[in-house]
């Protein structure tokens, strides 16, 4: 499969070899950023470049972390965080304002509650041979592509890139969290040395067209609503929120306590996409399995690595 990378629209295009290329650049810029020359070095990497962060839902580790990404490679960077800031206010189509926005910069990553959103910027884009990169950086309840590569990312540098023979136990909201179903995604690159635990309620269980288009029936997969039992079996435990913006229930049906750590494995990890609210509490925090806060991190350097490759940069 090829490496190179002009736009990241869905999550299906980070295939394995993609990935290790990105996780290795992301360990690279990490180390540069480590000294006064190499941080001089990581600005002019994408100096001559200027992006817009078009941010039609709320967002905060997202809109930051690829806001200092740009800053961290010297890009020029403006946003429009609310569709009143806009003429999509007047009626103005998402596809017209695509086209302004492509007309300005280099780049536009965008987050959008509309699912077709990302592809509808594709078309106009492709339609009028633009120049301009594209991102996804979320997409109505769909998909969450860089979410996914961080993800990944913090595991491959926890397990030193091993997965083999991971339980890997994702919770919550499986039928409206675009987080879950884009790391369920990318972990597909990784069957069958994975095998996929799914914790949900009945009434937000994964969608099964989503589970038949997107998880090989070769999966080790099994679903359950015993979120205790699922616990002592994993080795990665992926908590997610209830996803109440779309309607529906507020309340997590399952809670990660402090009780609940002496039945995990002793090397297992817990993940987050981020925000939380009650489905993990924060007495959590400080137990060395809990790598969040290390996984937020993780998403401003895979971010800066995805940038460099979108634009077809090496480090030197």
């Known amino acids: 499969m090829p490496n190179s990378l002009v736009h990241l629209i869905q999550t299906d295009q980070l295939h394995k070899d993609l990935i290790n290329i990105l996780a290795e650049k992301a360990d690279e810029l990490r180390e540069l950023n480590e000294s006064r020359d190499g941080r001089l070095q990581l600005k002019s990497m994408l100096s001559d470049k200027r992006a817009i962060l078009f941010f039609e839902q709320p967002s905060t580790r997202t809109f930051f972390s690829f806001a200092n990404a740009c800053h961290i490679l010297g890009m020029s960077v403006t946003d429009c965080r609310d569709n009143t800031a806009s003429s999509q206010a007047k009626g103005e189509s998402i596809e017209d304002t695509i086209h302004t926005f492509a007309n300005y910069v280099d780049l536009c990553v965008i987050r959008h509650s509309q699912n077709e959103a990302i592809n509808k910027a594709l078309h106009v884009v492709e339609a009028f041979d633009l120049s301009t990169r594209l ?8 998909d969450h592509p860089t979410q996914a590569l961080l993800d990944v990312y913090t595991l491959i540098r926890h397990y030193k890139g091993d997965l083999k023979g991971k339980t890997v136990t994702v919770v919550g909201d499986l039928a409206r969290g675009r ?8 972990l597909m690159q990784y069957e069958p040395e994975v095998s996929l635990q799914l914790v949900s309620t009945s009434a937000y269980r994964l969608d099964p067209k989503f589970r038949r288009e997107f998880v090989p029936e070769s999966t080790s997969c099994h679903e359950t609503s015993d979120f205790e039992s699922a616990l002592q079996s994993a080795d990665v435990l992926y908590m997610t929120r209830m996803q109440n913006e779309w309607g529906g229930d507020s309340q997590a049906a399952f809670q990660l306590m402090n ?3 002496a039945t995990m494995k002793k090397d297992a990890s817990i993940l987050h996409p981020l925000p939380r609210r009650e489905e993990i509490l924060p007495d959590v925090d400080h137990d060395e399995r809990a790598l969040y806060w290390e996984q937020e991190k993780n998403g401003l350097w895979i971010r800066c690595a995805l940038l460099l490759k979108i634009f077809g940069v ?3």
């Open 259 to 261: 009780r609940h750590l």
């Open 135 to 142: 991102v996804n950086a979320g997409n109505g309840d769909r």
């Open 314 to 316: 090496e480090i030197n």
């Open 179 to 186: 987080a879950a179903k884009a790391f369920i995604k990318i």
